[in-house]
């Protein structure tokens, strides 16, 4: 298994154009790395191999992603009760990340949907789940960048 500190260089850039662009083609990342396309295609399917890409996704283009309402969700929750938490907001398709933290809070949510009208849903949905002692919920009104 490849450990972050197993990393070089040519690994870092790799993936930093992968995030840009995923569906970048082989040839085109070799040119930008200069190294050969066999080469970039095998340091691929090593770091998916070890895990390091554990798979690829879609970033929303601006024009959609501007229409989307965001939210962060903190959610207080019975420790008992986390993992089973944890599976049944993982069901609900408005929530795109859930992390654990400190402080306060036990979890975060982050929320996206289209109006405010089914993020109110969703919250009232996350506030009656098995397990959540309490919320507090704020609306996004701009992402300034994203990774």
Do not use: C
Request: charged letters at 25%.
């Amino acid at each position: 298994m490849i450990e972050m500190t197993d990393l070089d260089t040519t690994d870092r850039q790799l993936l930093a154009l992968l995030r840009g662009n995923a569906r970048e083609p082989v040839a085109a990342l070799a040119r930008k790395l200069d190294l050969a396309r066999s080469t970039v295609q095998e340091r691929i399917a090593r770091l998916e191999r070890a895990g390091v890409i554990a798979g690829y996704t879609i970033r929303a283009g601006e024009d959609y992603a501007g229409r989307q309402i965001l939210a962060h969700v903190m959610i207080s929750v019975d420790p008992k009760m986390a993992a089973p938490l944890t599976a049944d907001l993982k069901k609900m398709p408005e929530v795109r990340s859930l992390s654990a933290i400190s402080g306060t809070y036990d979890m975060m949510a982050g929320l996206a949907a289209e109006t405010t009208a089914e993020i109110d849903t969703v919250l009232d949905a996350i506030g009656h789940l098995k397990g959540v002692q309490k919320t507090m919920s704020s609306i996004v009104l701009s992402v300034k960048f994203e990774r």
